[in-house]
């Protein structure tokens, strides 16, 4: 929903905060979880380390909502399944994100249209489909054997933290958001 961006961007900047680069990282050096690749790809030209450790919060606020948000059709998904899929798409990718959804709510991505994706998860049981979505993301860090060692707890804290702010966006479940991590 249109009006769940701005919640969406704080809760994503919880897990993505400020600068890293580690070297098992495949998205290198990265801020604000926004990666050298992505830098460059929104500004059209390549970028240094430097460039994307002085990126500004405007700067990251538009990535974030044309190459993610917009991506995923977050405007028009319903509370709850929008956070989850943003969070998703910044953290798996966009294309990931959007099969998970559309597996979560058992279609089939041959000959899907948008409006029937939209109208499936409307009439559907939204609590169940974002179920089945955080546990298609959470088996996928689990294939991810030789990163989970060193990622794994942090991916999993991330997956909890947004299944419960994703409930509360949805009415169900605990209000708070507040990450630990």
């Not at 099969?99 to 994706?117: D, F, I, N």
């Amino acid at each position: 929903m249109k009006e769940n961006l701005a919640t969406a961007m704080r809760h994503i900047l919880k897990f993505e905060g400020g600068y890293v680069d580690h070297p098992l990282d495949p998205g290198g050096a990265t801020n604000k979880g926004i990666t050298k690749a992505t830098l460059e790809r929104f500004r059209g030209r390549p970028v240094s380390k430097a460039e994307v450790r002085a990126l500004g919060d405007r700067e990251v606020a538009e990535i974030y909502r044309r190459f993610y948000w917009d991506q995923i059709h977050g405007d028009r998904l319903p509370s709850g399944l929008d956070l989850a899929v943003f969070d998703c798409a910044v953290n798996q990718g966009v294309g990931r994100a959007k099969t998970y959804l559309v597996l979560a709510a058992k279609l089939q991505r041959k000959g899907l249209t948008l409006a029937k994706l939209l109208t499936t998860l409307r009439n559907s049981d939204q609590r169940a489909i974002l179920l089945e979505f955080m546990a298609l993301r959470m088996r996928h860090y689990g294939l991810l054997r030789r990163l989970f060692p060193t990622f794994g707890l942090g991916w999993s804290r991330r997956l909890m933290a947004t299944l419960a702010a994703a409930l509360a966006l949805q009415g169900a479940g605990p209000k708070s958001t507040r990450s630990n991590t």
